[in-house]
């Protein structure tokens, strides 16, 4: 998922705090919700998750549990975000990997750091192993990266410091845009007929007219 800070809102109390400080933590009810594969938190610019949950639509209870709980730390109203969030359904075969890259990169493309393990608002310290996170719950497809804890990171690491090519960062974010279902022909097709409708990008600008259209 997709969510962008408000740009009309210049109180934003994120520079030089920790983040303790500037997040609330939220209760959550006891029921299957959500769980957060990967994240990253970039002031100014959108903010990106990979979350899963059984429940069709958890994301915009959260939104204003959060939105509500943040504007009471910190003495505030009105919105906390520019729009919507956007979101599109994910492939776990090598695509979701594909997603924790991009994610956890997001602050290395912002020149904001210059190793993603050196951004402490994102979970690739989590998921290079240099420090615990309880709000980061590993996807499968990550723990089949290796039978231990230390094969796992080492593998994900030499993914993680491998360049993006520029097809998947058009693609990631054409996805996301357009929420759409981001993964193999077959996934999507599968996406197509339990949702209803097209989970395929679109291509940009108006269809193009027919040849004998005047």
Known sequence: MEQRKHRGRSNYPFENAPLSDTVPTIPLAPRPSIAAHTDAIVPHRESHAAPSSPRRSPMSAINQT???AFNRKHGRTGTLWEG?????????????QTLYRY??????????VDSPAAYQWSSARASLGLSDD????????YLDLGNTAAER???????LHSDIPEADLHAIREHIRQESAFGSERF????????HRPV??????????????D
């Open 66 to 68: 959060y939105v509500a």
């Open 84 to 96: 919507r969030f956007r979101s599109c359904l994910v492939d776990t075969e090598s695509y979701l």
């Open 103 to 112: 994610i956890e990169l997001n602050p290395v493309r912002a020149a904001m």
């Open 134 to 141: 309880a709000r980061i719950t590993p996807h499968p497809a």
């Open 153 to 159: 990171t080492r593998r994900y690491s030499d993914f």
């Open 188 to 195: 999507q097709r599968m996406m197509a007929k339990t949702m």
């Open 200 to 213: 395929a990008v679109r291509p940009r600008g108006r269809p193009r007219r027919g040849v004998h259209e």
